[in-house]
RNA sequence: GGACCGUUAGCUCAGCUGGAUAGAGCGCUGCCCUCCGAAGGCAGAGGCCAGAGGUUCGAAUCCUCUACGGUCCGCCA
C-alpha cells in the first residue's frame, strides 16, 4: 500500500454525532441514597433539631470498608458536627431516627466514631439486578461529563518507523481513558499529533532514499543518522515503482523534500495499520507540519507576546550538569515562570529557527481554539521534563480557562517466561505493537497494559499473559463471561426462556443469601467506579474493578459447589431464572467495562 | 544543583480523592476434588503503609523536611 493523501489537518476525520442516551436517569444506588439522607437533613434543619445553613456537600455515602458494618455507611454527623456546634452522636440518632422511618432503610446504626451504618431494605438491592437487565450496556453510563468537550491526544509517535511496546502502553491508555470519559457523559475527541515537521523526517527521507537506491540494486551503507530498520525495504522499493530511476544519483536538494512527504505518509500508513490492529482509531490526525508557514506558530506567539510573556533574554546554566559546550547565547523566551514552570523556556533558537517547543505551544493553542473545554495529554514518562512548560503554556493561552492534564506511561518491562527480554534495536530483537498483538491478540495486550497504574513500571510477560489461572486477570475475567455464557446455554437446552425481557420481569426477592447479596454490592458499585475513574484520568480503575467483579461472581459460583441452592441452575424454571437473572446482570457489566477498555468479552474458554 | 514520579505483607501490586480492625494475587501452613466448567476451593499466618515532624474529630491518603529508586534538565523531537 502506498502513501495516501496527506493528513487530514484538523476537523475532516471527526466522527459523526455520538447517539442519543437514554433520557432515564442513570441508575446509582449511592447516589439515590445520597439523595435520602441530604433530604433527612433538611427535615431535621426545618424541624430545629439542625441549625439552618448547614454546608452538605462533604456528606458522603459509600459502602463500608467491612461489610459487617452494613450495607452503606454516612459521615454526615462527623462532617456537620463542628458547624452545627453539635456532638456526632446526637446528630448521628437523629439522623437515624429519621431515617429508619423510611421503608427503604432497614436500620440504621450509630457506629464508631459517628459513623451512620445503613442496612438497606433487600428488595432495593434485588432492584439493582433488575436495573441492570433493563437499562443493558448503558448501565453505568453518566452523566458527569455534562457534554464538555475534550480532546485526548495520546500516542503521537514520530512517523519514522513502527509502534514499539512503549507506545502500545500510551495507546491502549489513552485509547481507554477516552472510552471512559465518553462512558462518564463527556464529548471526546481522540487525537494524535504527527511530528512531521522536525529532522527526525529528515533522516528517514535519507534513509528511505538508500532503500530507494538499494532497490536499484546498488551496495548501500547506512552510517550513523539513518534507520537501518528493514520496514523501510519496501518503503524504497515502492518508492522505486512510483519514480522510476528519477532520484538515482541527484543530489539530495532535488528528492529530499519529495521523498519527505512521501516516507512519512508511508509511515502513518504503517502506524494507522499498527493501531487498527490494536483497536485504536483516531478522530483526529493533526499535522506538525500545517504549523509551519501558515502563521499558526506566529499566531500563538502573537498572543503570548500581547500577554507580555515573550522576551528576549540569556538562560542560566542548568546547575550540577554543566555542558562542556555551554555558552551564553541570547534567545526568544516565553515565561513560563509566570505560570507555573521552574525556568523560562526557549521558544526559537539563536539561529532564528524555531525550537520543538513552539509549534507544540502552536498545537495547543489551537486546541484551546477548538473549543475544547479540557485538554489530556498522554506522553512517555520520559517527558516528564516537558509537563510544566507544557502546562504553563496551556494556562497562557487560554487564560487560565482549559485545564490540561498531562498523563505520562511508565516503562514496560518485557519478559519471555519469567526471563527478562532485552530489546535491542541493532540485534534486531526490536519488538513491536505488532509482535505483540500478533502474539498474544489485542484482547490480552489492552487488558494486561491496564493491570498497573499509569505512572507505574509494568511487567508484560508474553507466557503469563495467556496462562489460565486466577494470577491472570484477564483470563480470570474472561473466564466469568464464560460461564455466564454457559449457564445461559444450558438454560436454553432446558428449553426455558431466559431472554433479558423475561429475566428482567422476574420477582428477585429470592436473591438474598449473603454472598448473592455481596455479589449485587459489587455491581451497584459500577456507576461510582466509573464517575471516580472518570473524575481521576485512570481507566486501571476499570480493569481492577473487573477483576474484583468477576472474584465475587467465582466466589459465589464456587460456593454452589457445597451448597446446591446457590447453583444459578436449579431443577426448575421458576426458581433458576431469578438467579440466572444476577448471572446476566454481571455478564452486562463485565461486557460494559470492556468494552471501555476495548476488550471483546469472551463467550467461552475452550 | 534542580524538577517530576515512586517507596504499602517474603514477592508483584490495589487502596474508591481524609474515614472504622489497611486489601488482592503469588509464595508459605493446614484442610478439601462422586460438586451448575476443579483451568481448583476453603481457612490461617504474615504490616511501625521508607523515616521524622505538622494540619484535625480522624492521615497510607494533605503539607514540610530527610533517605533510597526511576525519569529528565539551553541550540534533540
Redesign the pocket.
Known sequence: MGPSRPSAPVDARIRPAKPRRSKERPMNLFADIRVLVIDALAALEAAGTLPAGLDTRNV?V?????A???DM?T?AA??L??PAKMK?RDIADALAEKLAADARITSAEV?????L?LLLAPALWQGVVTGVLKTGADFGRSAMGQGQKINVEYVSA?PTGPLHVGHTRGAVFGDALASLLDFAGYDVTREYYI?D????VDVLARSVYLRYLEAHGQEVAFEDGTYPGDYLIPVGAALKEKVGDAYVGKPEAEWLADIREYATEAMMDLIRDDLAALGVEMDVFYS?KSLYGTGKIEAALEDLRGKGLIYEGV?E?????K?E?????E?TLFKSTEHGD?VDR?VM???GSW??FA?DIAYHYDKVQRGFDALIDVFG????????RMKAAVSALSGGAVPLDIK?T??VKLFKNGEPFKMSKRAGTFVTLRDVVDEVGPGVTRFHML???N?????FDFDKVLE????NPV?YVQ?AN??V???LR?AAEQGWDASDAVLTAQDLSGLEDPSELALIRKLA?WP??VE?AA????P??VA?YL?DLA?EF?????????L?G????QEDAATSLPKIALARAVAVVISAGLGILGVEPAE???
Open positions: 458522603t459509600e459502602p463500608p470498608r467491612d459487617a458494618h452494613g455507611a459521615n462527623m462532617v458536627a463542628k456526632p457506629a464508631g466514631p459517628g459513623f451504618n514520530n511530528n515537521g522536525g529532522a527526525q506538525e538562560l546554566p542548568p546547575k550540577g550538569k555542558p559546550d555551554w555558552e551564553p547565547r534567545q521552574d526557549p533558537k539563536s539561529d525550537t520543538y509549534p514518562a520520559d517527558h516528564g521534563g516537558y509537563v510544566k505520562l511508565q516503562l493491570t498497573r497504574k505512572d507505574a513500571p509494568l511487567d489460565q489461572s486466577r494470577e483470563f473466564y464464560a460461564r455464557a454457559s449457564v444450558k458499585e461510582r467506579l471516580a473524575d481521576a484520568h485512570e486501571h480503575r481492577f477483576y472474584g467465582h466466589g459465589l459460583w464456587n460456593k454452589g459447589n457445597d446446591p446457590l447453583r444459578f441452575l467461552e474458554m475452550r
